[in-house]
């Protein structure tokens, strides 16, 4: 916790305008709130005891008939929307960092590996890389939940689900961060201390993780918090379609996707506050991602 | 010569300043005055930070927010110049104002032919219409000397060399017949022998068509060559002013004493290089004094066999075919060079840029394996036929110190840990506190306060890198050390410096150095045996003096002639 | 130019290969489709034979090649969910899918490129920072999400255009076009917008990071000081370097909009293959996924291929070699 509390003071150090503080700050207390939601939510909407029927469908709190009970109103089975969306957000971003530690750690060891030693090693780990591009992410998503499902009955399910998610997502977002620092590697391996490493006889393990490493971090750093933003949309489309989050244990997307069959129908607080909290998440995470990835860009610093 | 006595460029009292973020202000120029006159070329020297390429860019009306002119007044044929508008009043920069710029390859838009870019300005600037345009457009290229102009009209840039490109640029530049043109470095990036040529089309241009140029430089043998008058500028302050043979021969100032003297010559070997400043002499001699010692405890007895022997190295380089699989095209780099350098002695590589002297160097120190032939140290082979793997003694044996003093230290790690890495890689130290007071001794011994090791690269200059580079070198107790082109990015003046630093540290300690560079001079003033390199091959190799005094190959003599030199002065009288 | 050709081709075959051995993999291993299509209480001689009738007891390279072979005449298979053969079912759906995908490319070019260059010719100015501040609102929302609020606001609240369905279409031969009709038109409006959304937000952005780019380069830089008029070398020079890395985003595009035509159909229960995917996964419908793996895997291919060699057409430096 003091880390997050540490962070908004490293932008100020930073010459962040006010707007990216502001959505600094917003992007930390809606992860904090996530990441504590057993202890700040009213309910718990996963203990199946703890909501009836009967309670289905009550508007928010604050409307005409609602019930100051449920803050912002119930879903289709009663469970208190205001706990629902704190565990799904939890869940939401839960999945979204998984798949993006997991893209970073294959896609920063590959692309390393692929710019220093060059020839045969490149061109296969690059080939690879451009098969899975030429599909879009959501595709290929699809086909790892869709293949889950059928291979395994359980992939369905709360445990599972999360961990296929990951994958899922993983499975093509590695390839962003290879190609990076694939990029990277080749341009730091050609510098001189590179080479002046090697001469004085380093092995080449050694070069990687303690030159050329340091030195290919800070694109991945930023490219992680646009991918975050970008993991977490796809799991909440995923969930969205109905091969994601069962309603069981339902995150964000799940929400809107049961909340958009009651839209038509007046009940309007399912699906939309569910996807506030998103768009605003995804929002925040974006406006900081946007303003690192300017304020590390080389070229738009100015010229002397 | 008409007698016009307008001068196409007078600037006076100039003051060039950049607020900064925190409120100061930082004077890029000051107080600078200089006069061109038609079909006179002015040069403006001075090392990096000394002003001149903003007064290149001011004149052009192209200086960077939020540079601003804060006193003074800029003419440009009489008319003067509006700091407010960027321009001055009639004056059409474009038509009346042409600009070569330094890099031809990216002064050229790689998506548009020759024809669009050199008929743009003249459409516009002129109205001409688009047939008259392209005679005009055939003309000037005639004019800079490029063969076959018609052809050339249809092509792209990158079909054409780095030579054409850039008489293609100054063909652009005199497009719609300015009377001043501004060139920015325009040789730097060029070979010497192209160099020399793009040299004389500026010279013959301002004799034939009475354009005044002003030629922002850092290189003083173009100067000499071909400029009428020459102002050099330190730190924004005009230093020293006149004709170029006043300025070269009988120089007033003392930093321009210094920094002519700092010129490496073709003509005659120097013992040291004369510098500006103290060098930390004491400190620095009881370094390596001490480093001497050390490596002598380690040392075998001095012999008389040649310390490195490069015996029939060949070096291709294939390119890739379109499929996995396929061979591509087929380069010889290195074919068939054979030299041999003894123990203690500067031995220099010298050529111009894709001879393979780089190679080389890289097979040397084991970056590159060689395709044919060998690499002998010392009788053992280490590179090519009959080498094992290069471990222990012998990698330690030979190091390296490489060009870009920028990119040769990792910037994320502090100067001890960068030079501890080879002592504690080969346990040259019997505890860490060793390993760090072996350090500092480094650091001292290449002129440097012992305290660098705390700090990180980018806290210090281009020159004091370099200093810091070969200290790593040294760390690893090496026999020889290849060293890459180490002065070509450096300023004349800190070149002078690390050459000298190079030599002292032969001196001291009984290093051997093989030294590659393009420059002549340097070379002539270092080593003690030279070799001549071009496109792959070895040419000729003799003694410094007997190479420079009495060359013997053809294209020796000819990259000796077309080196631009102090010696030859453009309008000086020699004394009969 | 004809190795360029080649090695595309090369590379394309590359990858329609690996994902034929995907989808046989699918096909032939995930779930049993002896399982799947024999009756419940079958008995063992009755499976046996119809693993024979199928051919799943040849050796597997065997499996493959008359899966290839079967592939490239036409025959994917039957639809588990309903029956039908697969390839009728593509090509029913195939119209819809496309049609959205044309309207959603060419709303997010017409719009995407120029606010592009807007924001970066004037990236101080009010209408930069408002195009700037809802591109972030942009990317953040997922499809699904601005499909319904879309849907709510025009199809709900104001009533004037439709919230579901491609309206009434015209047969012309084998495809079914909507574009003929004011109905058909009027469908295709929402959905249209909801897919290009995200598209629109990433090629502003992308063209305005190349226009800054390119602006800050040395020939531009060189053409200033020629003199050179300001909208020339703002929209003749600059606007044509920084186009360049456009086309193959674009060409990368097209076949992401194919992939978010899946939600965008499935929010406006556009009767397109994409709804039609998704349906089978939720089934289970292997054949179905597996057909539509490899036509999507068809399109992009063929998408890339096209777009790199239109690059290399475009790009002089990779024209021909001599001079």
């Not at chain 2, 070269?248 to 210094?258: Q, V």
């Not at chain 2, 890689?425 to 019997?430: D, M, P, S």
Request: glycine letters at 8%.
């Amino acid at each position: 916790m003091k880390t997050l509390a540490a962070a908004p003071s490293l932008f100020v150090r930073l010459g962040a305008p006010i707007s990216v503080i502001v959505a600094a700050i917003v992007a930390l207390i809606l992860v904090a709130c996530a990441l504590l939601a057993s202890w700040i939510a009213p309910y718990d909407p996963t203990d199946l005891a703890s909501f009836e029927l009967i309670n289905a469908e009550l508007p928010p709190a604050f409307t005409a008939d609602g019930d100051p009970q449920f803050l912002l109103g119930t879903d289709n089975q009663g469970r208190d929307l205001l706990s629902a969306m704190l565990y799904g957000a939890r869940v939401s971003i839960a999945i979204g960092g998984g798949a993006v530690l997991l893209a970073a750690t294959i896609g920063v060891t590959l692309g390393l590996l692929a710019g220093y030693f060059g020839g045969k090693v490149d061109a296969l780990i690059m080939r690879i890389a451009d098969v899975i591009l030429s599909f879009p992410t959501i595709l290929l998503a699809l086909l790892v939940s869709g293949i889950a499902r059928a291979i395994f009955p359980g992939a369905a399910t709360a445990e599972w689900a999360p961990v296929i998610l990951i994958c899922a997502i993983a499975i093509h977002e590695w390839v962003q961060y290879a190609r990076t620092v694939r990029a990277a590697t080749m341009v730091e391996t050609a510098k001189d201390y590179v080479r002046a490493a090697k001469v004085i006889g380093l092995p080449p393990w050694r070069i990687m993780l303690r030159h050329i490493l340091p030195n290919v971090m800070s694109p991945v750093l930023v490219i992680s918090t646009i991918n975050l933003a970008a993991a977490v949309l796809t799991e909440a489309t995923l969930s969205f379609l109905g091969v994601g989050m069962p309603p069981t244990y339902p995150s964000l997307g799940t929400l809107i996707r049961i909340g958009n069959e009651f839209v038509f129908s007046g009940i309007w607080w399912i699906a939309l506050f569910p996807a506030l909290a998103l768009v605003i998440l995804v929002l925040a995470v974006n406006i900081v991602g946007d303003w690192l990835r300017d304020r590390f860009n080389p070229k738009l610093r100015v010229k002397r | 010569m008409n007698v016009q006595s307008t001068p196409v460029l007078a600037i006076d009292s100039l003051r060039v300043e950049y607020p900064l973020a925190n409120g100061s202000v930082f004077t890029a120029v000051e107080n600078a005055s200089l006069v061109i006159r038609p079909g006179e070329i002015h040069a403006l020297v001075g090392e990096s930070g000394a002003g001149k390429t903003t007064i290149g860019n001011t004149v052009m009306g192209l200086l960077e927010k939020p540079g601003r002119i804060a006193a003074g007044t800029i003419h440009i044929e009489g008319k003067r110049f509006d700091a407010a508008r960027g321009s001055a009043e009639g004056i059409v920069l474009g038509r009346d104002v042409g600009a070569v710029f330094q890099d031809p390859m990216t002064s050229l838009n790689p998506l548009f032919t020759i024809e669009s870019q050199l008929t743009e300005a003249m459409r516009f600037h002129l109205r001409l219409d688009k047939a008259a345009a392209r005679a005009r457009a055939l003309e000037l290229l005639e004019s800079v000397g490029i063969p076959e102009p018609r052809r050339r009209l249809k092509a792209y840039p990158h079909q054409l060399s780095g030579g054409q490109r850039q008489r293609v640029v100054i063909a652009a530049a005199l497009s719609c017949n300015p009377k001043l043109v501004v060139a920015d470095e325009p040789t730097t990036a060029l070979d010497v022998s192209v160099q020399a040529q793009i040299l004389k089309l500026l010279r013959d241009l301002a004799d034939s068509r009475g354009i005044g140029i002003l030629l922002v430089t850092h290189n003083m043998g173009v100067v000499a060559q071909i400029a009428d008058r020459v102002t050099i500028m330190h730190r924004g302050k005009v230093v020293e002013t006149g004709t170029t043979e006043e300025v070269l021969r009988r120089p007033k100032a003392a930093y321009a004493k210094a920094l002519i003297g700092a010129v490496p010559r073709t003509d005659r070997r120097l013992d040291r290089f004369p510098v500006l400043g103290d060098e930390g002499k004491g400190r620095a001699e009881q370094a390596r004094a001490e480093l001497r010692a050390k490596a002598e405890r380690s040392d075998i007895p001095a012999e008389e066999a040649p310390i490195l022997t490069v015996e029939n190295l060949c070096v291709d380089y294939t390119t890739s075919g379109w499929l996995p699989g396929s061979k591509g095209h087929r380069f010889r780099a290195v074919d068939g060079v054979s030299f041999s350098v003894r123990s203690g002695e500067v031995f220099g590589l010298v050529g111009e840029s894709g001879c393979g002297k780089t190679t080389i160097a890289n097979v040397v120190s084991g970056l590159v394996r060689p395709t044919s032939g060998r690499v002998l140290y010392r009788g053992q082979s280490v590179a090519g036929e009959g080498a094992t793997r290069r471990v222990g003694p012998l990698r330690q044996a030979i190091q390296m110190i490489f060009q870009d003093p920028y990119s040769s230290l990792n910037s994320r790690m502090r100067i001890g840990s960068i030079l501890s890495e080879p002592i504690l890689f080969y346990r040259l130290a019997g505890s860490r506190a060793e390993a760090e007071s072996d350090v500092a001794r480094l650091i001292e011994a290449v002129g440097l306060e012992a305290e660098a090791a705390e700090r990180f690269p980018h806290a210090f200059s281009g020159g004091q890198r370099q200093r810091l580079s070969i200290a790593r070198a040294l760390g690893a107790r090496p026999k020889l050390i290849v060293c890459d082109e180490p002065t070509s990015s450096l300023d004349v003046s800190v070149q002078a410096q690390i050459l000298n630093l190079l030599k002292d540290l032969r001196d001291a300690t009984g290093l051997t150095l093989l030294l590659i560079s393009h420059d002549l001079a340097v070379v002539r003033q270092m080593c003690d045996r030279v070799a001549v390199m071009r496109q792959g091959q070895l040419l000729e190799q003799a003694d410094s003096e007997t190479l420079f005094d009495a060359p013997q190959h053809s294209y020796t003599k000819e990259l000796l002639s077309l080196v631009p030199t102090l010696d030859r002065i453009r309008g000086e009288t020699k004394a009969a | 130019m004809f190795k360029v050709l080649l090695s595309r081709l090369g590379q394309a075959a590359l990858v329609m290969l690996v994902v034929s051995a995907v989808s046989f993999v699918m096909f032939r291993y995930v779930g049993d489709p002896v399982a799947t299509m024999s009756r419940e209480n079958a008995s063992v001689e009755e499976k046996a034979e119809l693993r024979r009738s199928l051919g799943l007891d040849q050796p597997l390279v065997v499996q493959y090649g008359r899966f290839l072979g079967r592939t490239l005449s036409g025959d994917l298979g039957i639809s588990y969910r309903n029956q039908r053969p697969v390839t009728e079912l593509i090509a029913e759906r195939l119209p819809a899918t496309l049609e959205l995908v044309l309207v959603a490319t060419i709303l997010s070019l017409a719009l995407g490129i120029p606010l592009g260059v807007l924001c970066a010719l004037k990236p101080h100015g009010i209408a930069a920072r408002l195009v700037q501040a809802l591109s972030l609102i942009g990317i953040s929302t997922p499809t699904f999400v601005t499909g319904i609020v879309l849907i709510l606001v025009f199809a709900v609240s104001l009533g004037w255009l439709p919230s579901f369905g491609r309206g009434q279409v015209v047969d012309l031969g084998w495809w079914s076009t909507g574009f003929l009709t004011i109905s058909g038109l009027k469908s295709l409006l929402l959905p249209g917008i909801t897919l290009a959304l995200y598209q629109l937000t990433l090629i502003m952005r992308l063209v305005r990071a190349e226009m800054i780019d390119v602006l800050s380069s040395d020939y531009i830089r060189f053409a200033k000081a020629r003199g050179l008029p300001t909208r020339y070398i703002h929209f003749r020079l600059a606007l044509r370097n920084a186009l360049m890395p456009v086309i193959t985003v674009t060409g990368l595009q097209i076949g992401s909009l194919i992939a978010f035509a899946i939600v965008t159909e499935t929010v406006f229960q556009w009767p397109g293959m994409g709804l039609l995917f998704i349906q089978a996964v939720s089934f289970v419908d292997i054949p179905v996924m597996a057909a539509y793996l490899l036509f999507v895997g068809l399109l992009f291919v063929l998408i890339n291929t096209v777009v790199d060699i239109l690059y290399a057409v475009v790009d002089p430096r990779l024209r021909a070699r001599s001079a």
